[in-house]
């Protein structure tokens, strides 16, 4: 830790300082110290790539404001419930013991208006859900005193102006605004209310991201399925985000990848929440080396950072190009990104310089399999099974050993548990007829 950094720390308040504690954190990167630093009864701007820690450098000045009193105190205005459970997540990982509810489209609108009967410090949701429920008088936003909108410039672009006019209208004690965005390509509306913000970018090196390697991949063919095959085939096993333009191509690519036992996954707008939850596990727990999506997965998702990003389409302008590759070399790190190309096919003009081209063997190695398989139980939270139970219970009944069990996730309705796969039909087995937490479970 640098002596600036020290200094910096030391000013911060009790609550910050367990809050980094709690999650093991040395040092802030710089945009988070800058953040943090800012006057907090100042409305902010806040331009950073994603990857970069924007929920943290938002969350953490909060803590010494909340007060434990049940009213709401911020309101955090996202997208996506994606987003939304993200920063939940990331809220509770804070340890400050104060209640957050995320409230989102796709989740039983009863349960979520039980939670605010109790109301929570922090509300974070999607726009057309908050509104629903400040119509409905499932909680008052009368003590709302600052209001985040993360992710701004793609809740315009999804078309939810109307409800969050809305929802701002009917704050009458914020005193604090803060906006974020991963592009400078936004006009902010005049019904935010935004005075005098100050700006933090940190935006500037996006358009060629340090420690990324870009290649051109020629396909002979039209179709790029074999060429996206090869290519996957040289990567040994690592994880690749595969993007492509429209949804139906993204569950073609998906259903090649899975007929020639690649382990894949596949992601876009059109699936159930609960659906796309489960998928994005699937990432994360390193069943799927490859996940296949439309450009709903190149920001404000809560995936782990991939190695590979591939171009199966070229992207449809410069600012979904810079998205996409976003998702890899983050923090110092290394990654690569590949765009296929059919010979009929131009780069466009902001990809420059023409990128060195990788050159595929004839004959295509297949690609690497996952260590990993998913496991799943039909048993979740409204369950009362926790984490703890699942791990137990895999250990204890399916006679798993160190090691050998991985990312465990609990959802409403199941859990997913990532297991070596050569253990996993023995396991099934060992289980098939025992119960979790005293309840009857299948098993698949």
């Keep these: 830790m640098t002596k600036e950094n020290k200094i910096l720390e030391e000013n911060y308040s009790e609550a910050i300082r367990k809050a980094l504690q709690k999650l093991d954190i040395v040092a802030l990167n710089p945009m988070q110290r800058e953040a943090l630093s800012s006057d907090v009864q100042r409305d902010l701007l806040l331009l950073s790539p994603t990857g970069s820690g924007k929920t943290l450098a938002f969350l953490l000045p909060l803590l010494p404001l909340l007060k434990p009193e049940e009213w709401v105190q911020t309101l955090v205005i996202v997208p996506s419930r994606e987003l939304a459970l993200q920063i939940e997540s990331v809220f509770r990982s804070l340890g400050s013991g104060l209640k ?26 999607t726009p057309g859900r908050i509104l629903d429920h400040l119509e409905k008088g499932s909680v008052s936003v009368a003590a709302v005193h600052t209001v985040i909108l993360d992710e701004f410039d793609k809740s315009l672009e999804l078309k939810f102006v109307p409800e969050m006019k809305k929802i701002l209208a009917r704050l009458p004690r914020v005193r604090r605004r803060v906006l974020t965005s991963a592009t400078e390509a936004v006009e902010i509306p005049a019904f935010v209310g935004l005075t005098n913000p100050l700006r933090i970018s940190y935006l500037t090196a996006q358009k060629a991201l340090k420690g990324l390697k870009l290649y051109q991949v020629k396909s002979p063919e039209r179709d790029k399925l074999a060429c996206l095959y090869g290519l996957l085939g040289e990567l040994n096993g690592e994880s690749a985000l595969v993007f492509c333009n429209h949804r139906e191509s993204v569950e073609r690519v998906s259903q090649y990848l899975t007929r020639m036992r690649v382990d894949n996954v596949c992601f876009h707008g059109g699936l159930e929440q609960s659906e796309r939850e489960q998928r994005l596990a699937l990432l994360r727990n390193g069943t799927a080396t490859v996940f296949v999506s439309t450009d709903l997965a190149a920001r404000g998702l809560d995936i782990p950072e991939v190695r590979h990003v591939i171009h199966y389409h070229l992207p449809l302008n410069e600012e979904a190009f810079v998205h996409r590759n976003g998702r890899t070399a983050r923090m110092n790190a290394e990654g690569m990104a590949y765009i296929l190309l059919h010979d009929a096919e131009v780069l466009p003009d902001y990809i420059t310089p023409e990128p060195e081209q990788f050159f595929l063997p004839v004959t295509p190695r297949r690609p690497k399999r996952s260590e990993w398989a998913t496991l799943r139980i039909n048993r979740g939270k409204r369950d009362k099974i926790s984490k703890g139970d699942v791990v137990g219970f895999l250990i204890q009944k399916g006679g798993l050993e160190n090691g050998e069990l991985g990312v465990v996730e609990v959802f409403d309705s199941c859990s997913l548990a990532a297991v070596k796969r050569e253990r996993k039909p023995e396991v099934l087995a060992r289980i098939r007829l025992e119960k979790i937490k005293n309840k009857n479970a299948k098993y698949g």
């Design 100 to 125: 957050i509810t995320c409230c989102y489209g796709g989740h039983p609108f009863q349960t979520e208006r039980r939670s605010l009967e109790h109301a929570p410090a922090v509300w974070i949701g």
